[in-house]
């Protein structure tokens, strides 16, 4: 998913709530970092992985950008130049730093960035304590939460990859599991053919791209109770899944070879054992896991190998409160496109809402570095079918 | 389309019909090249671009792999060394020329595939007068035909640019007519929201990606009768859409941006005067005719800025027959996966059926080069969002 | 070599005797080509190789751009759009295409470049034979004249590449033999220590790069009388010369890995023999034949190997006339750069005279490819290390 | 200069001078990194500079590898991982970190490195206090300290590309005076045609490409004693000099326009004037003061627009003793090439000692970034021709 989707949503959180909102997510941005050297905070070793002083600075400059600079009279900017270092893509917004050139910014500093969010993060909650806002200020600092709330994943696996690629595997912190076992057996849930409906309905937040309930037909099918296990997707290494060209896209199958790929990303085989590189280190891997960091791809090959397939959303969001989930992105068989009726927002925070809506693959659930309560059954994240660096894992359907 | 997408139909032609429509297609694919020089069929100026001699040789390998090897008792191959040149893509049928390296073949010659052709159609001749054929022979034989078919399509876009991109502007034939005017109105049909089948119903040939009938559900929606003209789309240059990064996904931003894209392919501005490069050679462009050689991103851009959208696939399908088609292959908003139930082929023909259903988008119709009965209501074509040598178009929904 | 080294001489042929050299020069470079099929004309496999019908044509354009139109009264253009395609580099003289480009062009056809030489080669026979012209036009017919002769030998080497790197390895010409044995013993030929002379000194022909004769300091150095042959460069391979790192230059070893470089170019193992892609087709390599399609790097890994080195161009030039040369162009430790006083001439023709003089090394002698009288002690060619397509070769000094 | 030319030398410094000149060396390369910012020690913009932490890393390990573990009875390696991440480029001392991941690495911290530092910086002066070494020893010690002086430089310049293409612009440090004016009249030396001696003869410290003293033979030729200034260097390009093609060889005209250069490095353009960033910041641009950040292309572009040209290496040294030199490395016209009858030393050490020598320039003299001693009128500095981040100038030869 792109770090800054936009998003809006309709009913608003009291006042109190949304500081109390406010509050924890920045709080928690800052525990993430918390086990972070300051040389942890300044590189970028791939495109799609942001330095985390980058994701500190940008979901703050957020909030001055969208809501001090808006919303609270006399503002005075921070320092003039945050801008442009900080602006992700926003087209309208004036200039930014090209994406791969984050990982080359030495300045501004860790501490800086310190600095800024305590400024920010106080002027906020000024405004929230001593002025009545508008609702559609409201909303703005609300989308700001979520907006920090994604970050926070991208923190963790930016983190996991930053480290994770380092020839000295330094631990990230003991205390973070993300490997939780399935106890309990697979099972097969049986979905009926038939009218279903589709996309957000309460009143909570939700981003735009939920929206516009609308109805799908769906054909019989099965769903897994269970996420493929490294168990099983060892078997489908030993029996030659990597080597055998028919379980492969074609545009897949290129990107193995090119990339010489034999396995999910983190792993490791030392004397003829699987090691897995987590955030607690590197460690033998655990068969009942759920496997993880496996591309579209990888995910689609292995059904192709059992002689079943992905889910598509539409199937996945309609069996959901059926199975367990959340502990792994789950792949679907579904391309990323406009609901039927879905309309972008006007104005700079709704500028591309449809922009990444094609050459994209639907994911659905949250994973173990998900921010709490930032999902839920409607939610529809994004990736090219390449990417491994998130927590990706997949059911199947038969 | 992959120039060689597999199919396979269940209902059989007579002997006696195959061999009609065997000679006909082997006859249209030379009669096409007949407008050639011999330095024509050897250039592959890009690699989505095939030489025309490799399409001729291409077709003619299928039918000695696929049938005469197979079917015909003693079968004396014409060359051992035909196979490695002509095979396109079938990894389990042995080696193959990497497509980027088609253009660097001087030989064989002309002259020499011309034989190979003539041997080749002579043989199937033989056996389809001379041997009562399984019904399983006959079904390649079938399928070989509308394999040569939508190479004949691919020989008249490949050859365009082959001409259209050499700075003498060479006319290809002066009878190729591409540009018919739609002298009519433009209307909205209106579908209702409901239940319709999608999917090839009759015994006719079709591909495998159109089966398994299936039912959909579509909300309201209104459909043009008209495909987007060019002095429609001229309106959408001059109003600036080709700066206005707001109509265009993140994706096709950099792709207009990179490759300086500012209007269809084939399209020069002399004098002020807008011209487009045609089979017939270097024409003032005619501000009625369906625009063409458009990609989707402009597609979609220039449905954005109408506040418009392209229909999905499956819209197009059930509004079909309340339009005119035929010209332009169609844009649809729908990305190219397999329908409910879709079941891959087994063997080397079956090889690779869903290996294309990743980041391309479906295109709905036919085209002015599509080869005679060479569509249906349910044909899926599908294409990089990007690519532009085909007789391209869209109409809009909304 | 750039394939239009500029180049000028002070001493003119007698008109006639310049008739002649024309003529001559003119039926050499279609007899080179009688042995090609029409589509042998058209492909370029990589940027360093030209289609052979872009050198007949570029050769002649030379001649109707800088003869005809200077110096041929009311010289009536054979085509208005020749010059656009046969430019090759003369920023300074209109529009060109792009070298990439030159093997995407089907069009003008060979029939229509030979009908361009013809008329051009007519025309110019016209003016020496019925015109007395200036000493400023007969040199500029000279230059033609030896442009010709070089683009000769680039069409023996593209022509080898052509058909060398084509699967079904199509014979040139039975005729043409590209592997003299040295017949003769190895023996040094001892130089001493004092001051030499360098640089073109007599009244005929030459480039300007060899003009400015100028004194050099040498050494005492011991130079072979042979050039290294297969059989000794075997011995390299065998010992595993390509995987030793410390024998190569840096820049060298990452060629060698890149582009997994373990032999010579056109070297084949087939069942554990050695095979050589010849002109005359694929045949046994012959051991006591020199070696050839080697790049610069190998050549100076071969010389670290044996505790020896290439000699410079001074000592070459110096040597030359104690040993037998002319099979191979020689790779020099000499890098390409002007000598003292070198000036560059002004005009058109002389626009480039140092634009090659980086990055580049020389190469002295000539090579079985060379068109007859096209070379001196004193030729100056020079081509990027990493080279191999032309008939290089080298000699150890000590 | 790549980071790690190896080099030797048969005086020996007393133990004691070593010991002096060791603490000395060390300490220098603390003081230099002494202005940073913990993140300034990390981030790698381009792949010719490295990140300060990697070049301190570097030059310990150095000294641990060839120095501690050959020459201290049990040395004790601090840590076993150590080699992996430091190793520059010597093959045969195991595994290395590529160099374009160096800015990847955000472990070792700048802190464990510094601690690595005291560790190996103790070890070696213990060594030569309490122990009596080898002249063989001593040797390597010495090489090392010179090895560490040649970082130095390094580190001003990449200190310089870190923060000079930050948009914040952040000063290094306001006492680095890298602009000296040469307040003298353009004179030019006349040097008359003649036999001279090249190569280092004193039995001070040099590198081995030195030496091997030689004669060489020169033509008379007169050079500059100024450098070109900024004033002049604004004339050219005020007089179209980027924009003639004439003036460049043919690689520069490409690297011109791929790169889109227009100006030297580090200069600014701003409401009309000149401003370049410096170790002090941006400043304004002091017409008077050498140019500087120019590749070797401009230098031979500018000296042709002038119609003139670039020393030899040879003329430089034979001239140098006539005109002050020091604060601009100068680009020469010589190639970067062994010297007669260099040979390259055994072992580790001298792994590689010519494999630099193809494609690079020469460079003569020293720059403001020079550690102290750090030089000698024989000293060979060489770059590729289009690198500009070292503190590169020129001088005049006509």
């Not at 928690?28 to 980058?54: A, G, H, N, R």
């Not at 921070?78 to 602006?87: K, P």
């Not at 907006?147 to 990859?161: F, V």
Request: with cysteine; glycine share 4%; charged share 25%.
């Amino acid at each position: 998913m792109s770090d800054t989707q936009k998003c809006h949503s309709f009913f608003m959180l009291s006042q109190d709530h949304l500081l109390q909102l406010f509050k924890e997510t920045r709080a928690d941005s800052e525990m993430i970092c918390s086990f972070l050297e300051t040389e942890d905070y300044v590189v970028q070793p791939i495109v799609d992985v942001s330095p985390p002083k980058w994701h500190l600075g940008h979901t703050t400059w957020f909030f001055e950008e969208f809501v001090l600079k808006e919303y609270s009279k006399d503002h005075k900017l921070f320092d003039q130049n945050t801008a442009y270092v900080f602006n992700s893509y926003y087209e309208s917004v004036g200039d930014k730093v090209i994406r791969t050139n984050r990982g080359n910014l030495s300045r501004p500093t860790v501490a800086w960035i310190y600095e800024f969010r305590r400024y920010v993060t106080n002027k906020i909650i000024d405004l929230l304590t001593n002025e009545k806002l508008s609702n559609k200020a409201l909303e703005v600092v609300e989308i700001g939460c979520h907006h920090e709330k994604q970050h926070q994943e991208l923190l963790y696996t930016d983190i996991k990859y930053i480290l994770g690629n380092n020839p000295l595997f330094p631990k990230y912190n003991n205390e973070f599991e993300e490997n939780p076992v399935q106890d309990f057996e697979r099972k097969w849930i049986d979905i009926t053919e038939g009218i279903y409906e589709i996309g957000h309905k309460s009143d909570d937040f939700c981003y735009d791209n939920e929206k516009g309930v609308h109805k799908t037909y769906l054909c019989d099918f099965s769903i897994s109770n269970k996420l493929v296990t490294n168990k099983e997707y060892i078997e489908f290494i030993n029996a030659g899944g990597y080597e055998d060209v028919l379980l492969w896209h074609a545009e897949a199958w290129d990107w193995v070879n090119e990339n010489k790929i034999d396995k999910p990303s983190y792993w490791h085989k030392i004397d003829g054992e699987w090691y897995q590189y987590t955030l607690q280190g590197l460690v033998k891997l655990d068969p009942e896991a759920p496997v993880t960091h496996i591309s579209y791809y990888e995910a689609f090959a292995y059904a192709q190998w059992k002689g079943m397939r992905l889910p598509t959303e539409e199937e996945w969001e309609t069996a959901q409160d059926k199975f367990e989930w959340g502990s792994r992105w789950e792949w679907t068989e579904s391309a990323y496109s406009p609901y039927p009726n879905y309309h972008k927002p006007d104005g700079a925070l709704g500028e591309y809402n449809g922009k990444f809506m094609v050459n994209q693959k639907v994911l659905r659930g949250a994973s173990v570095a998900t921010s709490r309560d930032h999902t839920r059954p409607t939610y529809r994240n994004f990736f090219h079918p390449q990417l491994r660096w998130q927590f990706t894992g997949f059911r199947l359907v038969k």
